[in-house]
């Protein structure tokens, strides 16, 4: 007989029918103990697969079995056997064997679990991510952590196939606004000083460029001070970056999309993915069809402006604000929705965002439905049925106002009647680029023009439009070389093409109200590469996050991440953040202040 390994022979996910009568040796974890008139079954798990082990009184292993517990880790030995042809498991590949146990190692006993991992049940995430090396042994999240993996080296594999070279970006540098808060570390060396964990390698991968490498990429650490959602990690989370030198927008668009297109489409599991090359939708189109500018396109309802059929109309309240030119009427379409109980439910929907409820129409054979149509007139009511492409048994809902004012919760709603009506295919992915994003925005707390997506991007027509723009419509009017990627409701990745020249960038900063010496301050690196023959440049960052979580299904970018922290950017399983100790603090010159509590009345 062939000498076995100390701990195994096989993993748990070898064997097969063509092994039977062969003597193995396995470990694992007893992923579930069951006694069957006296017969004991444990389903003994690894990070590979599940193999039935079974012992009867024969066994001379039979008392060492009868002990095991869930969730023990356990060396067994034994014989592989055919299972009967009644028993055989066709959801497992080892479904046609089990292994008689000859025996049985307990290599470490585990206590009463503080949750289970058999079944999967829901759990407070507390308790979650206290004991995260437990959860992770539950099959669903396990299967979503090696999907991540596969996923990370498939976008590896395609970009290098299409000519990228994997660089590394310094982890320590220096505080710049990208839009978040930065996480700032002390030096020790230098006292009163900090360097910052990047947000991203924006300005590095720039200067790469710079520096006359080309196709750049890396699946690179970003640390932002952010607050967690469901689709953002609090902290760290991992982008795809990636630069390319001598391109435009098209370039850009050519080389990354059918990479991300072509992993899509090997872990779909079957799934329709968008064929490339993907949509391009300005955003401003976005906004108005879409009310957001990360549309769900596996819904296809697209909202349209009606403001002139109420013009001069009866009903009053929006004939009135038909009057201000800032102000619109949009419509959403509802195809099959002209019933009054859909009415009704959308109406209470809108209410529960804040609005006083959402005036609505339903379609029929003759004018149409409810005080809307009743108060317009069947003449508009038609009109409106016709530019909507609506017919009998369809509605449609109406929201007014500014557009900045309403459009978020148009979005909403859009989704919510498309859900409603089981109108959007939810078993595919979508994919379309978001370009020509505006370059300014304006800050209503501070009542002035700041920049609305990414500085360091090349304002549509250059220094020309800049100089141009001397009001303050006139700058918000600027559009950016600017773009994002969306898929399925989230938007994937961010680029845009880079703004690489010194007077461009003094330029635009300078229409944010940043004067030349802020831009040297806290840019002066880049801006002096910029002196030495810079080159046309443009990239974008893909967050791998998101992306493994839609290819697992899930809503929760918590379930795709190994070691994430929690809603309140706490580690509960190591304890971080927490005190440093007055040694720590000395050796680096701080003290720490407790914030003063605001006084309750």
Not at 249 to 269: C, L, N, S
Not at 399 to 406: C, I, M, R, S
Not at 544 to 568: H, K, S
Request: proline letters at 6%; hydrophobic letters at 35%.
């Amino acid at each position: 007989m062939t000498e076995l390994h100390t701990y195994r022979s096989h993993t748990c996910a070898d064997l097969r029918k063509d092994h039977v009568g062969q003597t193995v040796r396995l470990c694992g974890w007893a992923h579930r103990v069951r006694d069957h008139g006296g017969v004991l079954f444990i389903d003994l798990r690894d990070h590979y697969g599940v193999t039935q082990v079974l012992a009867d009184p024969d066994s001379p292993a039979f008392k060492a079995v009868e002990a095991v517990r869930g969730e023990w880790c356990i060396r067994i030995e034994g014989d592989v056997k055919a299972r009967d042809a009644g028993l055989v498991n066709e959801n497992i590949p080892t479904g046609e064997i089990e292994v008689f146990i000859r025996k049985l190692d307990v290599l470490g006993e585990a206590e009463e679990l503080p949750l289970p991992v058999f079944g999967e049940p829901e759990y407070p995430e507390d308790i979650r991510m206290t004991y995260r090396y437990l959860d992770l042994r539950r099959e669903t999240l396990h299967k979503n952590i090696l999907l991540r993996s596969k996923v990370v080296r498939e976008i590896r594999n395609h970009m290098e196939e299409v000519g990228f070279t994997d660089y590394q970006t310094p982890i320590l540098t220096a505080s710049s606004p990208e839009g978040a808060r930065d996480f700032l570390v002390p030096s020790r060396l230098h006292p009163g000083k900090f360097y910052a964990l990047p947000q991203a390698p924006q300005i590095f991968k720039q200067l790469i460029m710079v520096s006359g490498f080309d196709r750049y990429y890396q699946i690179a650490p970003c640390f932002r001070d952010e607050d967690a959602r469901a689709d953002r990690s609090a902290g760290d989370f991992y982008q795809l970056d990636l630069e390319m030198s001598f391109v435009e927008q098209q370039d850009v668009f050519d080389a990354v999309g059918p990479v991300i297109r072509d992993t899509f489409e090997k872990f779909a599991d079957g799934k329709p993915v968008s064929t490339y090359p993907f949509r391009e939708i300005p955003y401003a189109e976005s906004m108005l069809k879409y009310g957001t500018d990360k549309p769900d396109l596996r819904n296809t309802l697209e909202m349209q402006v009606v403001t002139e059929h109420f013009k001069g109309s009866g009903f009053k309240i929006f004939a009135k604000i038909a009057e201000e030119p800032s102000n619109e009427i949009r419509a959403i379409p509802a195809p099959t929705g002209g019933s009054r109980a859909f009415c009704d439910r959308m109406n209470s929907w809108a209410q529960r965002e804040g609005l006083p409820g959402m005036g609505y129409i339903m379609f029929d054979d003759g004018d149409g439905k409810g005080p809307l149509a009743k108060n317009i007139g069947p003449e508009r009511t038609r009109a409106i049925g016709e530019q909507l492409g609506l017919k009998a048994g369809d509605a449609a809902f109406f929201l007014a106002g500014k557009p900045k004012e309403f459009e978020a919760v148009a979005g909403r709603a859009r989704d919510v009647v498309a859900d409603e009506l089981g109108l959007a295919n939810k078993d595919s992915y979508e994919f379309a680029w978001i370009v020509d994003f505006p370059m300014y925005e304006w800050d209503e707390e501070n009542k002035k023009v700041e920049f609305g997506h990414n500085p360091f991007s090349m304002p549509q027509g250059g220094l020309d439009t800049l100089n141009a723009a001397g009001t303050d419509d006139e700058i918000l009017a600027i559009k950016a070389h600017q773009y994002d990627l969306v898929c399925n409701g989230y938007e994937l990745g961010s680029g845009g093409i880079r703004n690489h020249k010194q007077d461009v960038m003094v330029k635009a900063f300078a229409l944010a109200g940043y004067g030349e010496d802020v831009v040297q301050e806290k840019f002066g690196g880049m801006l002096n590469a910029f002196k030495f023959g810079a080159p046309p440049h443009g990239g974008v960052a893909f967050g791998v996050d998101r992306i493994v979580m839609l290819l697992a299904g899930t809503e929760n970018i918590r379930e795709v991440t190994m070691f994430p922290l929690n809603q309140q950017g706490e580690d509960l399983l190591l304890g971080a953040p927490r005190e440093a100790d007055e040694k720590q603090l000395k050796e680096l010159h701080l003290r720490t202040v407790k914030p003063i509590e605001e006084k309750k009345d």
